[in-house]
């Protein structure tokens, strides 16, 4: 009879240390999702391991308080009254999107440009009132869209534009914020999370068992389901494409990607831009500019600076074009041309 | 030390343990092909897609219906103003997801690990 208990014990005892174990390792590869609409648009956080919870938490807050920062469609917003007082003594956020906001415009000839605002409100995409602006209209508002007359002075913080000009971070932001949800994984000692803001992907290590991250790339052609699929670790894929926002009026497609020159919906054969590199603000700037530059410009600008990011353009045969960097990790089942910078 | 009849015991309490864990880690909703519904970040429901249905959904965001059929969802009808949900080609793949963002509707699709599974897609 006592062997018996004892066994019964030992089994018991068994079954304790088994199951402490087995709650352990769970909570070590545990993962937390959330899911908000924020920046006009719809957010998917995942993060692994022990502090996961808190991270997410503090990424949610991050996002929150930067949407209210840089929304257009709020009249509190520090992007709305600067807009409207012409001037102001800037936040650490505005600034740093400023500063690099301007760094791109320079950098890719005036192609990402922040003032083009009053054109996407005049095309509707600001409001979602959409119409057809006129040559005239059109080529008034052309008149005010110019990077260079922002004056900031970086000692004193403040910031002046012109009566007319109308600033909007809408090409930069998703990237930036995804860019420092980033850094407070980092701060909660995070070794894997993956954040989809909108369609802007941001990586933060590898997967949890140590696997790249597998991204797929939207294709915007029914017949075809994805363009192809990218493995990376520690990198934003950020994908620009005239499929995202648009409409329609008497039988023409407007998307809601303007040229800053033109003041139109950008048409040079290009229906998407993908971008890849560390740096999420970037990825996102880049994306859009390098839409805007349309494929020949596209290929030589990233010549002339492949070690900031590597590419992947989509023409209207549905033709890829791949830069040499990532050649090795993207698969695709569409033809292709791999970029060699020489 | 350990007589056979203990070893066997052993063995057992532990494929014990393992069915337990199995059917925790399915009971938690990790596997199986489901499609999720989630409305202004909260969820709504889930249902299998291995079995067709539709889905009509009415709050004060407004009207959505959600066709599952033939291993695929696609929705069918939406009373949002932009239609690009109604536009989406059906999703069939894990991490595919369906925004309806004015009516802030997603679908999502959680299915088992394929060959060619991806783990989000960038848009």
Redesign the interface.
Known sequence: MKERWK?VLS?GV??IV??TI?LFLRDDNKSVT????AM???M?LTAYGRNSEEAVEAAVQEIQRLDALLSTGSEMSEVTIVNREKKGSLSEDYAYLLKRSMELWKLTDGAFDITVYPLMQAWGFAD?KYRVPSVTEIESLLTYVDTSKISYDETTNEVVIPEQAQIDFGGIAKGYTSSMVAQIMKKYHIQSA?F?LG???QTVGT?ADGSL??????SPY?NV??LG?ISIAEKA???S?GY?RYFEEDGIRYHHIINPKTGMPVQNGLVSV?IICEDGTMADGLSTSLFVMGKETAISFWKAHSEMFDMILCDEECKLYVTEGIKECFSTELEYEIISKY | MFKKK?VT??IA??IL?GLI?AFLRIYSGETGETVRI?I??NEYGSYPLGEDSVIEIGNAFGYNRIVIENGEVFMQEADC??QYCVEH?AIS?TNE?I?C?PH?L?VELHVQNRE????????
């Open positions: 066994r089994v068994l079954m088994g199951i087995g959330k899911n908000l609409f006009d648009t719809y998917e979602k993956m989809n369609g802007n992907v997967k991250w597998r991204i797929a790339i939207k029914d389901p994805y699929v894929v950020i994908t494409g995202e993908t | 203990d015991l052993i309490v532990l343990a864990a989630m202004d970040g103003p932009d080609k793949k997801t925004v963002l802030k997603v060619d599974d991806f783990d989000s897609i960038a848009q």
